[in-house]
């Protein structure tokens, strides 16, 4: 019978009984699924829904989120041992693995304004009304960036808005250097250790990191108690290690943190702080803001604190003070295992961390009581009777706070036999109402845009990728309206880092996803005392519905990669995204040349010097070089075979399976071509980032760069290294098509 | 002589004699002018610069502004009296023309919060360090908006952002009503008296309209007296009567209000507001705010008040009563004249406001003080023996702050002569520093921007003409940029209203300029008691430089179009300025339709109300019919004819004089064709309003809209009025077209 025939024949009794019985069974088959194997998949997950209890969810955020539980905190361990014994009752070989790694606390916090008038900021998150848990001050851990270095300095304070490099720009077009100086900037615009970097690079010599209402205060919505944003004591704490250059312990690069691993000692570490930070809340930077003099700061600068915000530069003057306890603790990753059936050593890993900063009911409980239903849910099909074919694991990652440390350690621990047998990892972490959020591996995108189109959405009679595809079509950009109508998939984002998928994908080169909801639930408790059980229930996912809805897709998409007949690997969806990135980039140079030669042009005629206020002190830049043409050809047609093989992988593979004798082998094939889009010498001046595909920008922190050799090199106008990169990068994308190639040859 | 070998001499003797001597003369005509012509002029023109004196401007506006001088005061009339004084001594032949106008001034203001809490608004600015005028409290006009009716109303406040009508439909989806209730509204987004009229358009009793700080407050810099921006207690007064009706008094639509003249009733003015408003400043607004109710609003509507800001709906309730005085007072406009001494009966009429709503002195002494120097410097040539060839009026209107009331009644008294003689209007209004600003009919635009090119910048070493067009390069978006680098000349905006060239251009059809200063002076004391001579001669154009350069401006143009042989019209630029606006109605429809086509598409398949959170009040809007297809070709063969008639005058134009005996014919043609942009039924439900090219839009107030007829129609989304209004407007483009061919032969 044709493919044809056999559609009609489904779409009439679609319409005839199944649709009036109103079941959402789809007749085709599931990606890496024979017919019968994807109806058995299907019934499967059905078992698998209906076995998934809100309650459970609720009960354990309260008992896990019930007292701060930072690392090396009693009530951390005593977590790790509540989430292995809950994971060893439902049968999972289950261990907690140690790494012992450096975390410094604080000893002391000072923070004054010595100039024009005393003023001693008081660092302190206070209890509110109706927040039990807000009020264990003595177990909180005090507001503070980790992996800042100790230091007393005192100077003029300059306020730098996000800190980012554009930022240093215009400061140095007012003619303000930051020099010796101290520097103010708010959360927000990039990762939070972006900014200490960068402010050392120019000279600072401390930096104060401060929450503006703008971004997550009264600004966006009502503040805690009253509503869900940051009030005018909230701190986001966080770590300020020099992520984009290695996660993990700073003392252990590329190495497991076990108990006799050797360490650098810490005045060798790279990945510290050159300067003292610390986070404030927005009551603390009031005084402090108030007053800066010099010129008003540019309209995009400005937050939504009732005053007017200055660059300052002379006034006023600040002294900060830190000292901090560099003791090493014990971190415990709970690791449970569901062992395969058939092809044991093919893992499918699932991971959510489950330290905290304080009391973290969203961040990380949220998403780690999805993923222990989700793994509740498993073992209920396992006691049943159902084996999967592949080997689960499940792992509740402890130290990710820090800096990815129990992820990382875990990692590269084990790194030798992850190459050997990862297949996928899956990723959640915070998660919250509305609308699903996937990122990862573009290898994967097809598959968890199938998953995603059984899951029921909670709100509506949608399904949520029906829900996420309408929210991009309505409130979307043109662009993205369009791309929503007309593609068959949704565009999965592409992975920075600022979760523990980044050991597994950018390291390791492991596919990856990253799932989660959100949207609708209100921000603003980010890293604070304030993220509590009372916090999330009122203002996250108040019936934990869209946490069942995470446990569903990540438990599918789970279910579907252990139990596949072949790996639901696909190529061609990737290689359209790589073909955008190469066009990005191309366009990015031409779009440098064109705003070079336009600046150039204003800066010789002096007419840019013409147009500033001469009441106003105002810099004239420096004319950059011009830039040149670049030989893109390498790339370009790289992407052109890339798109071929891809396109002969799907003809090849197109409702076929793989004989029995070849399956293995091609499981194997398949998983391990993310692997070939790393390489051993990793990125230019950071070996531990692997991934040529895919990386957090080295001065973005977690917002992803794609093609990141060769767009940073066109970002620093390095045209030496651009060129140099185009053909390693070309090089790994034609040795990915090539291996496609030998693929498609196995059905 | 060929012209070609007279521009190779011309050029020989400017490189090696004049640029030698770097003389900013160049060696080709003046518009409207013979070689020795332009000579001359261009002579006199220098001698006129000469006798600029930046002191005068300093001392009338400290007297001007000495103390409060809006109508019916005191001070105003000795203001009149002391302009006037200086007029008949510079030998102009002077008058004070009077009107008498409808004036209501506040007999009481009430505005207190009723529930939840008790709070009376102070309604009241106090003195200020360092600025004596700001003392003058007694004589200050209370802040209030003028044509306010009286009323006294109770009942819940919602905040309406800007009050125009995109805002209510954003309203109508949060399910929010005003019918009944107040509306608060903040100042900006459209012309203030839109903000009332359309509050009663829906439903609500009663307004309330307040500055705040993210519009001109401590968001823009640094507040009075420290800086030039609006504090915590500055009101904007002003006008609210519906000026898109029509200006002036609002009992004399249409005839000058002499004494004798017939009013209507107050009941039965048109142009009063349906609801009491009254104007706050942000402190008052405060307590209002921090009390609304209901959800919070978009981000677009957010100010930057400490507080999160909501729709309300039901708490707080608020209670305004007003009462007013209904008085009529006397109006006086100071009409000072030089007659010309060939062609009398062609006028050059150049005005500038003289009244104020406390001591204005950026508004309107800034602009004033340029008039009164630039009318000195003529009477300097003129004792010297120059005469011009046409009459020149130089008008200091009264009472524009409450309507344009002195310019539109003068205008309406002299209508029939007015139709007859005047060749051009030239206003201006406050002026700062910075850059220039050109606006006005489209036919004067090549001949502006000459007299600007010859305008030395205080500032710099450019021109005014080269630095305004720096700045659009430099700061200016892709479009600007493009247009400016390219484009021969800089384009002159199109006027909407708000100030006294509306009479003389929208309802005479008289060709009309508008020009001023700005950009580096700092706002914030618009029509509040700080806009004094102290915080003008601190933040405005403290040296009177860019007075002086206004003054030259003013004063080259009024110089040639009273001297020129012929009048410098042109029409190439106009007709690719109509194409332009032809062009944009076009896009405007095919992208309502595709807008209108997605929107419906998204509502009727569910997916717009499928996005909405849940937890939060959301009614799906309607769908609205389709957009059709609208035949424009009618409009589009009318602008191609007027760019071909605009090129054969060019042509037969280009280095030819009129004979003389048909050069006085050919001014009045040529004068008069802008004449013919008007209709006598003026624009659909709005006969005042008579050009077809130029209005202030009917819900924008101050803004204009291009072929208003045809625009506006597409906009409420009339397509039996779209289609008829395009028959109109191409007709008299037509009508256009073939006069300027009846003028091309004249040469």
């Not at 300067?275 to 009551?283: A, D, G, K, N, R």
């Not at 440390?405 to 875990?410: F, I, M, R, V």
Request: glycine share 8%; with cysteine; charged share 25%.
């Amino acid at each position: 019978m044709s493919r044809t025939a056999v559609r009609l024949i489904a779409l009439l009794l679609l319409s005839h009984s199944v649709l009036s019985q109103s079941l959402p069974i789809s007749r085709t088959n599931l990606m890496g699924f024979s017919r019968e194997g994807s109806d058995a998949e299907r019934t499967l997950e059905s078992r698998f829904d209906a076995a998934l209890k809100a309650d459970n969810l609720r009960n354990w955020m309260k008992q896990l989120s019930l007292r701060p539980h930072h690392i090396g905190s009693a009530y951390n361990k005593e977590n790790a041992d509540f989430i292995a014994s809950l994971f060893r009752s439902w049968g999972y070989e289950t261990k907690l693995e140690q790494f012992d790694v450096l975390f410094p606390t604080p000893r002391s916090r000072l923070v004054e304004m010595t100039t024009p008038e005393k003023f001693t900021l008081k660092l302190n998150e206070p209890e509110v009304a109706g927040d039990p848990s807000s009020g264990q001050q003595s177990e909180h851990l005090p507001s503070y960036n980790a992996y800042s270095i100790d230091g007393d300095v005192t100077g003029p304070l300059v306020y730098v808005n996000y800190g980012i490099p554009a930022d240093y720009d215009e400061l140095a077009k007012q003619g303000i250097d930051v020099k010796g100086k101290i520097v103010i900037t708010r959360y927000g615009g990039s990762w939070r250790g972006i900014k200490p970097k960068v402010a050392a690079e120019h000279g600072a010599i401390g930096c104060i990191i401060y929450s503006d209402p703008r971004n997550d205060g009264f600004f966006q919505g009502d503040v805690y108690p009253k509503g869900a944003w940051r009030n005018e004591n909230g701190v986001q704490r966080g770590s300020v290690m020099d992520m984009p250059l290695h996660p993990g312990d700073p003392l252990t690069k590329g190495f497991g943190s076990t108990k006799g691993a050797k360490r650098l000692e810490i005045k060798d570490a790279q990945t510290l702080t050159k300067i003292p930070v610390l986070p404030i809340s927005y009551s603390d930077a009031l005084p402090l803001l108030r007053n800066l003099d010099g010129a008003v700061v540019p309209e995009s600068w400005r937050g939504s604190l009732p005053l007017t915000y200055h660059f300052g530069g002379k006034t006023p003057t600040v002294r900060i003070k830190l000292e901090f306890d560099w003791k090493t603790v014990p971190i415990y990753n709970v690791i449970a295992k569901m062992n395969g059936s058939e092809r044991p050593d093919q893992w499918i890993i699932r991971g959510n961390h489950r330290d905290a900063w304080v009391n973290g009911a969203a961040d990380p409980i949220s998403g780690l009581v999805a993923l222990m239903e989700e793994a509740r849910g498993l073992s209920e099909l396992a006691k049943a009777g159902w084996k999967p074919k592949r080997t689960i694991i499940y792992a509740a990652w402890d130290g990710e706070e820090e800096g990815l440390l129990g992820s990382t350690e875990w990692a590269e621990q084990h790194a030798a036999e992850l190459r050997q047998k990862a297949a996928v990892y899956i990723n959640t972490d915070s998660s919250g109402r509305g609308f699903l959020g996937m990122g990862g591996s573009h290898t994967l995108e097809k598959f968890i845009n199938d998953v995603a189109r059984d899951i029921p959405d909670p709100q509506t009679k949608m399904t949520v990728w029906e829900r996420t595809r309408a929210e991009q079509i309505v409130n979307g950009s043109p662009a993205a309206r369009k791309e929503a109508t007309d593609r068959h998939d949704l565009r999965i984002y592409a992975l920075g880092s600022g979760s523990d998928y980044t050991p597994f994908l950018q390291h390791l080169g492991i596919a990856s996803l990253n799932l989660g909801f959100g949207g609708e639930n209100g921000g603003g408790s980010y890293h604070s005392i304030y993220d509590s059980f009372d916090h999330y229930t009122r203002y996250g996912d108040p019936g934990f519905a869209y946490g069942i809805a995470l446990a569903k897709v990540g438990g599918h998409a789970t279910l579907r990669l252990a139990a596949a007949e072949t790996l639901p690997f696909e190529f061609t969806n990737f290689a359209e995204t790589v073909s955008g990135y190469v066009s990005e980039v191309v366009l990015l140079v031409n779009a440098m040349r064109e705003e070079t030669r336009s600046t150039n042009q204003m800066l010789s005629s002096g007419m840019w010097k013409a147009v500033q206020d001469p009441a106003e002190t105002f810099n004239v830049p420096e004319q950059k070089a011009n830039v040149p043409f670049v030989n893109f050809a390498p790339l370009q047609n790289a992407v052109a075979k890339l798109n071929e093989s891809a396109k002969n992988f799907e003809q090849a593979s197109q409702g076929k399976q793989a004989s029995p004798a070849f399956r293995k082998t091609l499981d194997e094939t398949l998983y391990r071509t993310e692997r070939l889009l790393t390489r051993p010498e990793g990125l230019p001046r950071r070996d531990w980032f692997r991934h040529q595909i895919y990386a957090p920008g080295f001065y973005t922190g977690y917002g992803v760069k794609t093609l990141p050799a060769v767009r940073e090199a066109i970002e620093q106008r390095d045209w030496n290294e651009t060129s140099e990169q185009i053909a390693v990068v070309s090089k790994i994308i034609e040795d990915f098509a090539a291996e496609i190639d030998r693929a498609a040859k196995m059905f």
